[in-house]
């Protein structure tokens, strides 16, 4: 298996120098089992870690960014001390004894043409000091000298620069340029490009690359630890190189005793700080709390966070963007500076003399807590401080203040939605319908809805729990005061039926589509709705169901008295017609 | 009519039901601050309802006269309703609320009367709602007067508990809604807090004040919760209303109209 692979990775740098001799010593170390040399096995190993898909590589395709060909003088011809470690140097060479001499001289005059790098550190930003060398005639010098004087020697180890690695957040990297400069780096950043523009450019204009590090939280903190920093741009560089190990939280949003309080079986078994652990896996876990103050998200979850390094924190990072310098601050951050700021006043000496005070008349009130208590404190943080917000987002959106009817539907080409949209869209015109599409990713033209009366809600619900999700939909036909609320294959819509359904019946007339088995050939036994229609229909004014068979089928199973019967609607002609006239069940409230 | 030189500033209302041995920890802690309060020359009437009690609740505030209180008993069984009959009974020229089970910080009466006295029509409410006993919470109110604070997310979320101190025409201008489980609508301070925005109320916090509310399942809240309870329509759900509301508000967001895509 090693073998396989070192040859596959020594087979990529053969491929970038394009040397031949280079890959004929690659084979025969390889043949001559030096791949048992532990050294060489570590070089791979950690090859393999930042290039997870080396070995699936094509041959042709660039392993490592070296060598340095083309680049400025400085790096052609002496790569600094704090960028060159002669041991790892020599690992990577089939006959190590040759250069062990003189391993920089070696590298200068081979190494680099064949495509070693010279150092691990250099694995890291080699790709960044390429960058860099299209703006300046030192790149090398303009990276590494961001390092505190006294952390120079780590430039050339992965600690500073896996730690960066980890530590990148594309979105809120992107969320920092405009339009029109994203269009001119080639769009939005994967977690590689950002890492390489940020230590190339955008360290140097002072851009945030971590959302987990809040620039001025930090100096705060090192203020308080008694620490100072001599390049405040390069405050970033100097957490990962210094703060990291005096274990100093660089931002407001993670509250350590907190957290440690809660998860401590978590903590115990990554055997790490508690504030790595939640940037490595935490902030993409919607169950976990960061700090009293709340979640900082809106509590849904996200499978692609992790891969993405898109913590779920970042929705609410981003809320407002415009009103804040995001290489500084965001929404989320003021929101938990405010917060904390406002329960750091109950530890006050007078708050602390009435809490006292009470406890004389009510012990319990000092009992301890589990853990931190969990603090609301809106405006600025509480649970439902994500729903609140998007619903007037939604409602700014919609910009309608009235409507009808309106038509949940799924999104996307959901069978049986299109055809049941046409006939209410001919009777009731687009100008009065609102068709909102709750489940899935979709368009108008795929719902069979004009562009005009279509709304996709799913931007205003990703992300949120689904006691929210409900809330925000009710929201919205509340506030459209609709007359007619009608689910059409709708998940969300079935889910507001059968928990908001008696509410809602008192102010609308509700409706539904209910769809046959025979529509869905993988459906046998009831049809598809059968378990919502069940929940739903004490409220529902009318169903319209696919065929008169699926009617006398539900009035069987259900013995459906007469009246009840009638509002059993099969779809066709006059359908919506009949099913519109029908008497309301119920209107009060 | 009592005439207003007559009226005391504040009637202080203690409301009990089943808490027995506990009302004895309320009813205490309203008597601390009552004290206080006569300390800063505020005349305070003490009103305590018992609504539906059980035997040994009443018992326990058999003697509650002697301490200057009055007693009443009703047999509504609806928070909203005896809070309504409480504010038909009161004197003072503003009411606050105490439930059976809760504790006031005894600087409470002093510190939010002189908020209320100073604003006409601002309604009191304590810095935190420090949650105790079974579940254990902070809640820290918003101040209605802070710029962040958007009173049309008040129809999403409410923001205020019903413990505070108002000026007694607020309460009876704006009684409390009895709650109606059946039909799936209750939170009847919610559906308080909107109505009295809606008549230019200002919901202020008070510095440096606290209630202590005891958590106990089978809690009202918890059972409307459950319930899958609603507040009653109120023109704040409407968009329609609120469009036009912001409009008159000074100062007010940007309307719903304005970006919209489908507008």
Known sequence: MMRARLRTVFGGVKGVAGNAQLSERVDRAIGARRWKDPSVRQVVRRFLRIHPGANRRAPTEPLLPFPFAGLPAEVNESVPDPLFDASFYLAQLPDPAKAAQAPRKHFAEHGRAAGHAPSLGAVYIGEAIRERARVSETPMRDIIGLLPPEKEHLAKTDVVWKRLRFCAHPRLYSAQFSAHELE???????????????????????????????????????????????????????????????????????????????????????????????????????????????????????????????????????????????????????????????????????????????????????????????????????????????????????????????????????????????????????????????????????????????????PFLNGMEEDFRLDLLLDLVRGLSAERIIVVGSELGWGLLATYGRQLSARASLGAYVPSAEADPGQTGPGPASREFQQCFAYLDWALVANETLANELTDRYVLPTALAERLVPLGEQAVERAFDLPRRRQHG | MVEAARRPDITAVLIAHVEQTMIGVSFRSMLA???????????????????????????????????????????????????????????????????????????????????????????????????????????????????????????????????????????????????????????????????????????????????????????????????????????????????????????????????????
């Open chain 1, 184 to 458: 001119q780096v080639a769009g939005e950043f994967d977690v590689d490009r950002a890492v390489s523009h940020y230590l190339a450019h955008g360290i140097h204009e002072g851009r945030r690359l971590c959302a987990l590090f809040n620039p001025d939280w930090y100096l705060e903190q090192l203020d308080r630890a008694g620490l100072k920093i001599a390049e405040e741009k390069a405050s970033f560089l100097h957490w990962l190189a210094v703060g990291w190990n005096e274990r100093i939280v660089p931002t407001p949003l993670f509250h350590q005793g907190f957290y440690e309080e809660r998860y401590p079986w978590t903590i115990a078994k990554s055997q790490t700080w508690s504030f790595v652990h939640y940037l490595k896996k935490g902030c993409y876990h919607a169950d976990r709390l960061a700090s009293p103050n709340g979640r900082h998200h809106p509590g849904g979850s996200d499978p692609q966070a992790s891969e993405l390094q898109a913590p779920l924190l970042l929705r609410e990072m981003l809320y407002r963007a415009d009103e804040y310098d995001l290489s500084r601050t965001s929404w989320a951050e003021e929101g938990a500076r405010a917060a904390r700021a406002k329960y750091d006043v109950l530890g006050s000496a007078r708050m602390t003399e009435l809490v006292a005070k009470a406890a004389e008349i009510e012990p319990l009130v000092l009992q301890p807590h589990r853990d931190y208590p969990v603090v609301g404190a809106p405006p600025y943080r509480g649970r439902r401080l994500f729903l609140d917000r998007q619903a007037e987002e939604l409602r700014r959106t919609v910009g309608r203040v009235h409507v009808e009817t309106v038509v949940l539907v799924p999104g996307g080409t959901a069978a049986g939605v299109a055809a049941t949209l046409e006939p209410l869209l001919a009777h009731t015109g687009s100008d009065s319908l609102l068709v909102v599409a709750t489940d899935t990713d979709g368009t108008a033209d795929e719902s069979g809805a004009p562009e005009k009366a279509y709304l996709d809600l799913l």
């Open chain 2, 33 to 263: 601050a009552v004290r206080v309060a006569a300390e800063a020359a505020l005349d305070i009437e003490m009103l305590v309802v018992l609504d539906k009690p059980d035997e040994t609740t009443r018992e326990m505030l058999a003697e509650v006269d002697t301490q200057g209180a009055r007693v009443l008993e009703v047999a509504y069984g609806d928070q909203a309703l005896v809070r309504n009959h409480a504010v038909g009974e009161s004197r003072g020229r503003f009411v606050a609320f105490l439930d059976g089970d809760d504790l006031w910080t005894e600087n409470w009466l002093v510190a939010a009367h002189a908020l209320c006295a100073a604003e006409p029509r601002t309604i009191a409410h304590p810095y935190a709602d420090w949650v105790f006993d079974e579940r254990r919470s902070l809640s820290l109110p918003p101040d209605q007067t802070d710029p962040q604070f958007d009173p049309a997310t008040l129809r999403v979320t409410n923001a205020w508990d019903s413990l505070c101190l108002a000026p007694r025409e607020a309460f009876l201008d704006h009684p409390f809604q009895a709650r109606a489980l059946e039909q799936g609508y209750a939170f009847e301070d919610w559906l308080w807090n909107l109505d009295t925005v809606r008549a230019g109320y200002v919901h202020r916090v008070v510095p440096d004040t606290i209630h202590f509310k005891r958590s106990r399942s089978g809690s009202q809240y918890r059972l409307a919760s459950a319930n899958q309870s609603l507040t009653r329509p109120t023109p704040f759900q409407d968009y329609a209303w609120l469009q036009e509301w912001e409009g008159t508000r000074e100062g007010a967001p940007r309307t719903a109209a304005e970006s919209s895509p489908l507008g």
